[in-house]
């Protein structure tokens, strides 16, 4: 007599080779093996839920249990061929039929509903997420100032171990972090009703270029116009970038803050003698004006805040209004206990030896010593020999200064090109160069934040110009072996 089968391990078989690994959990079933190929078939087909399936086959596997006993109970003949097939009766088959049948519907069925179920939850979940995105528009060109990223300077990473970030301020619309003193001035002088739009109301400012830029963008798209009293002796392209963006530029000798026909003393007269009608004057006065201030304590300061998650060792900046640095200063120190803020001075400013001495005082005051307007250095935008109102209300929180030359400033713009692809101006160069005297200072390891105030294509005719440095006798080539730590001291 022939040995009968082991279903167990047929089951096993197919439901290795057609279903999942929990369904090969279930222990011993005894059942036909047509039968049980069909099941798993169909099981797999139809994509059922495990659990589901397990269910479907186990109870299936039970009743054939249940019929098998009562077959063996009346003695029936068990006939083996390929493999074991049960001999039943008319009864018996029908009863198998009606078992099969009915375990592939419930199969079938499942598969049905839990195709149709998660149909309808992706269909949800498809809907929810349309209802959660939301229009991303900025209001005018004054919705695209600020939130700007900030980068890591890999050059100056690596050569001094820390990480060295610059807040890429050059991305701002109007081309630097002057836009946003620009127009928190302006939106404060609407709010306390000296500014209405498109009645020819004029804001007036004495600058050297970069806030004048921004005013000019900004009293444009509000409805003002812009008068701009400025040095003769900037980069041409900031004129001409003025007069683009419809201001009236005005043109003066260079002179000390005492002269009444100095820039700024002038754009305040201008201002106080404006009148036509229903349109002001409003001097905008960025050096004494708290909105100045306000702007980077309110929003560039959080920026640095969130974009570092408050680890930062170190700030370093340059400063000609001291704005910018107070406001990000003051609002920093007050969640940062550890910070070191360090200023960045070119030289020929006075602001140097008023950190580290309190004393405002440049050699270069010395009579007959001055080489150049203004503050004896070819950067432009920061250095200034007088204590501002916005630069004293951060000044208590400076925790050091770094003196930088000329020729640190101009070598540090070349190797930043060279070396990062990075396009910047005199400015955002004598704040690198001082960042890494920073890094050098406090050690590997450190976290150091700094501004790229503008980029380079605003200084093509000066700082950028080797040509005119040459004029100067001020032009100071980058050796293509000279590194970072080589012109940095």
């Known amino acids: 007599m022939v040995e009968p089968v082991n279903y167990h391990n047929l089951l096993e078989h197919i439901l290795y080779l057609h279903c999942d690994v929990k369904l090969r959990t279930i222990s011993t079933i005894s059942i036909n ?10 099981t797999r087909w139809s994509n059922v839920d495990n659990d589901v399936a397990i269910v479907a086959i186990v109870t299936f596997s039970n009743a054939w ?4 006993y009562k077959i063996k109970k009346k003695k029936r003949t068990t006939l083996i061929k390929n493999y074991p097939k049960f001999a039943m009766t008319t009864s018996n088959k029908a009863l198998v039929v009606g078992l099969l049948t009915g375990s592939a519907l419930t199969v079938l069925a499942s ?69 946003r003193v620009a127009l928190n001035m302006i939106k ?28 000019a963008m900004i009293a444009r798209a509000k409805g ?50 404006f009148h036509e009608g229903e349109a002001k004057g409003y001097f905008a006065d960025q050096f004494e004006n708290e909105a100045n201030f306000n702007a980077h304590y309110t929003f560039t300061g959080p920026e640095i805040y969130r974009q570092t ?17 107070s406001g990000i200063t003051c609002y920093l120190k007050e969640r940062v206990q550890k910070l070191k803020v360090f200023l960045a001075d070119p030289q020929g400013s006075g602001l140097y030896n008023k950190v580290k001495y309190n004393v405002m005082y440049s050699p270069t005051e010395q009579e007959g010593s001055r080489k150049r307007h203004q503050v004896d ?9 007088r204590l501002t109102k916005n630069f004293d209300k951060g000044r208590r929180f400076i925790d050091d200064a770094f003196r930088v030359t000329d020729e640190e400033a101009v070598k540090m713009s070349r190797y930043l090109v060279r070396e990062d692809g990075l396009f910047v101006g005199s400015s955002s160069s004598v704040n690198c160069v001082a960042a890494v005297r920073a890094a050098k200072k406090l050690g590997p390891g450190h976290v150091i934040v700094t501004l790229l105030n503008d980029s380079g294509q605003r200084h093509l005719t000066k700082f950028w110009s080797d040509e005119y440095l040459k004029e100067q006798n001020i032009f100071f080539e980058l050796k293509p072996e000279e590194t970072v730590l080589d012109f940095v001291k």
Request: hydrophobic share 40%; net charge negative.
């Open 33 to 42: 093996l047509d039968v049980l190929h069909w099941l798993a078939l169909a």
């Open 65 to 68: 249990h249940a019929l098998e």
């Open 111 to 179: 598969g049905l509903f839990y195709y149709l179920s998660n149909k309808e939850t992706h269909v949800d979940d498809r809907d929810e997420q349309q209802n959660e995105i939301k229009p991303d528009i900025v209001e005018g060109v004054d919705g695209l100032i600020g939130n700007t990223p900030l980068m890591k300077i890999r050059s100056l990473s690596e050569a001094t171990g820390c990480l060295i970030l610059g807040k890429a301020e050059f991305l701002n619309p109007g081309g630097s972090s002057k836009d």
């Open 188 to 215: 404060t002088a609407e709010e306390s009703g000296i500014l209405k739009p498109h009645v020819g109301s004029t804001v007036f400012e004495g600058t050297v270029g970069s806030t004048g830029i921004s005013i």
């Open 224 to 273: 003002y116009k812009a008068w701009i009293v400025m040095p003769d002796d900037q980069a041409q392209e900031k004129y001409q970038l003025l007069e683009k963006l419809g201001a009236t530029v005005e043109k003066v000798r260079p002179v000390s803050i005492i002269d009444k026909k100095q820039f700024v003393n002038l754009a305040r007269e201008r201002a106080g003698n």
């Open 309 to 325: 998650a408050g680890d930062i060792d170190a700030l370093v900046l340059g400063a000609g209004t001291g704005g910018t640095l």
């Open 377 to 385: 250095t070819v950067v432009e935008g920061i250095g200034i020999n």
